[in-house]
């Protein structure tokens, strides 16, 4: 059950209530970091543990679901993921009450909790995904051409996308949901990773997504980069740009991964930065 999931950290900013949802955990090889050095490395070997986090917003009018973890798309390789479980016939009527979707990109950990055999789980929702993101999983040239080793993970990803097809408002770009709600694009991760931008009168909240998916390395130095980001260059300087801004304007921000539900403060440090849960 969500409720009893996890431990759900609320916070209120105006008229909007945000939500932070664990989905679980994962524990991902420390070999996924391909520019570490070897004290790095070692802080992450043999694995590390990302955090799932998901969130839900509530404008008053709507209901915005952003990510919705693994579903039981991943249980197999990392069986603490999915802990959400949208399935459960239980949540049939949060699930209808959920009016959009934000999908900041579309790796499985993120949309594995959309659908279920085939079947969308929240058929009443728009589902915003940006334009670039979609066109580049739903490519049927994109597993043909793809090495051995990562034809699963793509067939995993169409699989999922293919029943939500019907649902899908695809974004060129920043797109104004409304309600203080804005998706601003943040590509290196994937071509079109996208995160979310809250705001009401003076107050601002960013929800980042995979712009920085290990806490224990990317913080204190933004340059390591990750073995699933499609464009390691583009990546680094999307996170040095947000990791700015983000200490620039002193805004409380939450990312996937990183291993505290609620919101957090980011810090300039004598190298790089570290993070404060709030
Ligand atoms: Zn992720």
């Known amino acids: 059950m969500l409720e009893t999931a996890t431990h759900s950290p609320v916070y209120r900013l105006g008229g909007l209530t945000l ?3 664990s989905d679980g955990h994962l524990l991902i090889p420390g070999t996924y970091f391909p520019n570490a050095d070897a004290s790095e490395k ?8 990302f955090g799932a986090n998901t969130w839900l917003v509530e404008t008053g009018t709507r209901k915005i679901l952003i990510d919705a973890g693994s579903g039981t798309s991943l249980k197999d390789r990392f069986p603490a993921s999915g802990a959400l ?3 459960d016939s239980r949540l049939a009527a949060r699930r209808d009450g959920i009016t959009d979707v934000v999908v900041t990109h579309m790796h499985a950990d993120h949309i594995g909790g959309l659908a279920s055999q085939n079947r969308s789980l929240f058929p009443k929702a728009r589902i915003h995904v940006q334009e670039k993101e979609w066109a580049f999983w739903t490519d049927e040239a994109l597993l043909a051409a793809a090495p051995d080793d990562r034809k699963p993970m793509i067939a995993l990803i169409q699989s999922l996308a293919r029943p939500l097809t019907d649902q899908i408002v695809r974004h060129s770009g920043e797109a104004d949901l409304g309600g203080g709600v804005r998706l601003l ?14 705001s009401d009168g003076d107050g601002e909240i960013l929800l980042l997504g995979d712009v920085v998916v290990s806490d224990t390395l990317q913080f204190s130095n933004p340059d390591v980069t990750y073995a699933l980001d499609r464009d390691p260059e583009q990546a680094v300087e999307t996170r040095k740009r947000l990791f700015e801004w983000l200490t620039a304007d002193e805004i409380p921000f939450a990312a996937t991964h990183i291993n505290a539900t609620g919101l957090c403060r980011l810090e300039k440090r004598a190298a790089g930065y570290g993070f404060n849960p709030l």
């Not at 694009?185 to 809250?198: E, F």
């Open 19 to 21: 939500t932070c949802l």
């Open 42 to 49: 070692e802080k992450v070997t043999p694995h590390t543990r």
């Open 85 to 87: 479980d949208w399935r």
């Open 185 to 198: 694009p943040a590509p290196g991760h994937t071509p079109g990773h996208q995160i979310a931008h809250l």
